[in-house]
């Protein structure tokens, strides 16, 4: 064979396996594909499909301590006692200062492009993201709550305002490795469809941080697991708290949702339980009681020993839909790649159920999203959460 | 046997091009569809990978064309 015909045919070849390449990364990523993919890959049927022998052995009700409306009562207040200090959640706790109109009025702008360039992941900021909003046409402007919580540490929240709102606040909490504004897509359909929306990251993510910079792993390690200062779970609910107050009090809003994702669907489970104002709640991919969990399955931020000793998991979700108007469904990604994955959660369900009727509860639910393998809040997840918002059955 | 060394054909040659651009081209609509991530059943890494091994395949086969 003449040398220039081998090189032609190497470059055929080499043609051909990459067009294979191609479409074999099509349906390598493709979700619907992906899915079959991640189940062949998996150690084990117990990862995504089948559940573990001991854990179908397990008995919910052994890890739960609310029988009645008086120990739902109690344990709320052991609740608030952890996190707070104090039995009831301060509802006269207001943000520190109201930044207003930011799409109006454009804040400076200078110290964003060395934040964004040293980590867009984590560090992007409020101001500096105004032009991922400034197209949307339902929406009439954004406010930031700041909130500071012990000496040094700083929390930021967007209040999204709608142009036509619907009388609801939706409270959406990010969780680990991303902010709010990576979920924008999710805060635009809420917004589209009238809610005023309340985005808070986790502690350390975008504008939340430690004035001083020698406080930093003393305040913001707080999220990470160094829990040596007084009353540490403020840093994740002072905040939330402060803006339920505000949106409460200032503006009158007295029907309030909570989203979160990812550790932020912790912080929901664990704020709907202790702030009875949130009538409902969605927490998507975000935790998973400790006798059901798989290794690395507890993440630092929820290793706070006395909130649990104060209220199990379980006594967490009775206690976030224990009134009859008020409801909490779970969302699990039962193929997700981070966490949480299987239909392990759906062992307690009906446990939790039996334990609403007997305190004359609300509605509970635990939902499997089988339509992708990822760590998100998918479309048919939101899509769900939209239609339930708009149920009408508010109190 | 000789045939059997011969370089792909042109017309095959440009089934395999429209074969890398189609991939590219359902890559894309799978990752834009419903808006991009997180709505989209593809995400981002799979479509820029899809892109790249077409791409590649596009030129590899375009190379091996001209080299006449």
Redesign the interface.
Known sequence: ?RG??R???C??V???L??L???V??F?????TRVYVKRWKADSPYVYDEIRPEHLAADAHDYMKISDRDSADRIRGDLSQVIWGARQPDHALMPDEVRRDLLEKRPDTDDCPELEYLDNETLLRLHCQLHRYESWQDLADIDELVVQVGPVYLSSIGLFYPRDPNGVLVIFQNGYASTYHH?Y??IHSLIQAGYTVAAANHIGYGDNHCRQPNELAEWCGIGWGNFNKPLPMRVHFSPLLAAINYAERRMGFSRIAMIGFSAGGWITSVMAAVDERIDRSYPVAGFMPPYLQREGERPPDQMYDPLFDAASMLDQFVLAADRESRRQVQIFNQYDRCCYENRRALLYEDAIRAAEVGIGGGEFRVLIDDT?P?H????WA?SFILEDLGKGDWP | MKRLWTPVSMYWRLALVLAAIAASIVAGLLWWADGAWPYSAMPTKGFVRTLAFSAAAVASLGVSRLWR
């Open positions: 064979m220039r015909t090189f032609r045919l470059f055929d080499l043609g051909v990459l067009v390449a191609a479409w990364t099509v390598y990523y493709w979700d619907s979920q897509r999710h992708h990822q998100k809040i998918s479309r939101i």
